[in-house]
C-alpha cells in the first residue's frame, strides 16, 4: 500500500512538474523608468525570482542603483499573477503587487495604511491574440495611496525584420502625487525596439532599447536594456 502511494505521489509530482517553471536572474537598465517616471537617475540591477504553475505566478523583483549613486534608490517588490487564455479573444490576467522600497528607511514590518512601508496595487491586462496582439492594462492603488491612484495603458507591437516595436502610452484618470500629477493626463508615451542577439548556438541576449516621454513633466528618456534571465 504505501509502495502504491509512493508511486502515485511521484506520478503526481511529476505531472505538476511538466507544467511548472521557475526563472531567475536580472535586466539591467541604463535607467530605471517606470510609467514616465525616472527612479534613481542612474543605471538599474534589477533581478526577478519566480515560479509558475497553470496560469498562476509568484515572484519577488527588484530595482537597485549602481554603486557609487548618491540616490542609492532601491526597490524590491512581491507580486501574484493569474493569466487565463481563451481559445479565440486572448489572454486575461489578474495581477496583485505589493511595492516595498528600503531605501525610504521604513521596516519591512511597517504595513501601516498611511506612511508605511508597502503600497499596494490590484490590476487587470488584457493581450490579443496572434492576429492583433494588442495589451492592454488597468491599475490601482489599493493600499498606502490617499489619491488611490489609478493608470490605464495600452500598447501594440510590430514586426520590422528580425525586431519587435512595441508602442505604448499610459495615463493617470486623476490627480495623484504617487504619479506626480495635479490632474489626469498622460505620463507615459514610447517606443520600444527589442531583438534577441545570438550568442551562441544555445544562448541568446535580449537587448531593447526605448524613447520615452512624459508629457506631463515635460520630460523624455533614452533607456538601454538587457536581460540575462533562465
Known amino acids: 500500500m504505501k509502495k502504491n502511494i509512493l508511486i502515485i505521489s511521484l506520478l503526481v509530482l511529476s505531472s505538476i512538474s511538466s ?3 521557475l526563472k531567475f536572474g536580472s535586466d539591467v537598465y541604463s535607467r530605471y523608468v517606470w510609467r514616465g517616471l525616472d527612479f534613481g537617475d542612474s543605471p538599474s540591477f534589477q533581478p526577478t525570482l519566480y515560479y509558475s504553475i497553470r496560469g498562476f505566478t509568484v515572484g519577488a523583483w527588484g530595482a537597485y542603483s549602481f554603486p557609487g549613486n548618491a540616490v542609492n534608490y532601491a526597490e524590491n517588490d ?17 495581477l496583485f503587487t505589493d ?14 495604511k498611511n506612511g508605511g ?18 495589451s492592454l492594462s488597468v491599475y490601482a492603488n489599493v493600499h498606502n495611496d490617499p489619491d488611490n491612484s489609478a493608470y490605464i495603458q495600452a ?3 510590430f514586426t520590422i525584420d528580425d525586431a519587435t516595436l512595441s508602442i505604448t502610452a499610459g495615463l493617470t484618470p486623476s490627480k495623484s502625487v504617487y504619479y506626480g500629477t495635479t490632474k489626469g493626463g498622460i505620463i507615459n508615451l514610447g517606443v520600444t525596439a527589442s531583438k534577441s542577439v545570438a550568442l551562441s548556438d544555445k544562448f541568446s541576449l535580449p537587448i531593447n532599447v526605448s524613447y520615452i516621454s512624459n508629457p506631463v513633466l515635460d520630460k523624455t528618456y533614452l533607456v538601454f536594456g538587457m536581460s540575462l534571465v533562465f
Open 78 to 94: 512581491l507580486y501574484a499573477t493569474y493569466s487565463f487564455l481563451t481559445e479565440k479573444s486572448g489572454t486575461f490576467t489578474l
Open 155 to 157: 500598447s501594440y507591437p
Open 99 to 112: 511595492y516595498y522600497f528600503p531605501s525610504a528607511g521604513i521596516k519591512f514590518s511597517d504595513y501601516e
Open 117 to 134: 512601508a508597502h503600497t499596494m496595487e490590484a490590476g487587470v491586462g488584457y493581450s490579443g491574440p496572434e492576429a492583433f496582439p494588442i
Open 19 to 21: 507544467f511548472a517553471q
